[in-house]
């Protein structure tokens, strides 16, 4: 006769994050693929800061470091912020955010299960507050680029920011949709008008809706793995869509259509790998959509009236303050007790 209790096996926080990090590849080989090799050389500055940091941190408080460091979520972090950057950035913005992530958003707080905030997001929006040019400014798909370069010539620039036969490096690089569509939009041109330039694709940024296709399929892997429940990207791509097609259907001379949010910037990103942090975000079923749905209307109003282009980090950011209370007001019932 089987007796209780029926528990099984929880995965280890080791596994869960291979798990994650293996749902990123797809979104990886997109990457590498629209935009050449330079992404690379970000996970790999990201990935060996984040290990040095997190190891010196864990020596400094005293703790033991091959535990910590074999849980990979620190690596999780890096690729995470990683492909969150232009793929051209400057080896120091990469070091500098993934040391802000590691250093103060992770280990500050007491390392992995302390931290209020998502780590990844505070890297990336320090740094899209302290440099703001460089974090918008991103190249052209090689296939449409005028000067496509190759690998060893984007390995140059972002080391030694020096350029082949003496291109500008405005020639490679120009801003993202969603900064070039409200900048425009500010110019009182129309959305059908701004998004006729080249770098706007079918849905969003041209190139970008296969890397953002890609994220959806390392998703749906998660999802397939039990590694995230079905409530926080459901909930935050249920809302982005909703509003932005209520402004769409409103003035569409003015707001992009659900399509174009949804495939540009890091939505896809955000919903699959951001905003289901397990350590960030809340934990009660109903909280988790009350928290997706937060993400999802804040990303689209900064998106539309704020001063930045995308607004994810700084929405991921403002909705991890409201946890501890989202959590309090949607405890489950415990058995046996009134409501």
């Not at 232009?86 to 993934?98: F, H, Q």
């Not at 249920?238 to 259509?257: C, K, P, Q």
């Not at 749905?293 to 900064?302: C, F, Q, S």
């Amino acid at each position: 006769m089987n007796r209780s209790p029926y528990i099984t096996d929880a995965p280890t926080v080791s596994t869960i994050m291979l798990k994650v990090l293996l749902a990123l590849v797809p979104g990886i080989m997109a990457y590498t693929w629209i935009y050449g090799g330079g992404i690379l050389v970000s996970l790999t500055l990201a990935t060996s800061t984040a290990i040095i940091a997190e190891a010196a941190l864990l020596k400094i408080r005293q703790r033991p470091i091959r535990p910590y460091l074999m849980d990979m979520s620190a690596v999780v972090t890096a690729w995470l912020l990683a492909l969150a950057l232009p793929p051209l950035a400057p080896w120091w913005l990469v070091v500098v955010g993934t040391l802000f992530a590691i250093v103060i958003a992770k280990q500050l707080y007491g390392g992995l299960g302390y931290n209020p905030f998502n780590p990844a997001m505070v890297g990336y929006a320090v740094l899209l507050i302290s440099f703001p040019l460089i974090m918008t400014k991103w190249p052209a798909p090689l296939l449409l680029a005028e000067h496509p370069l190759g690998f060893m010539d984007q390995l140059h620039f972002i080391f030694n920011n020096v350029l082949p036969n003496e291109i500008k490096v405005d020639a490679i690089t120009s801003a993202t949709p969603l900064d070039y569509l409200k900048t425009q939009l500010m110019l009182k041109q129309t959305v059908a008008s701004i998004t006729a330039t080249p770098i706007f694709g079918m849905f969003g940024a041209k190139g970008g809706e296969v890397v953002s296709g890609a994220y959806l399929l390392g998703g749906l892997y998660l999802l397939q793995q039990r590694i995230i429940s079905w409530h926080l990207p459901t909930a935050f791509l249920a809302v982005l869509t909703t509003i932005s097609l209520m402004f769409y259907i409103a003035d569409s001379a003015h707001f992009a259509n659900p399509l174009f949010h949804l495939m540009s910037g890091a939505s896809m990103l955000c919903a699959f790998f951001i905003i289901t942090d397990p350590v960030s975000g809340p934990t009660t079923p109903k909280g988790k959509l009350y928290f997706a749905a937060g993400v999802g209307l804040l990303t689209y109003l900064i998106r539309a009236y704020g001063g930045y282009p995308d607004g994810v980090a700084f929405a991921v950011l403002l909705m991890n303050m409201c946890v501890p209370l989202i959590d309090a007001l949607t405890q489950p019932r415990v058995f046996g007790h009134e409501k």
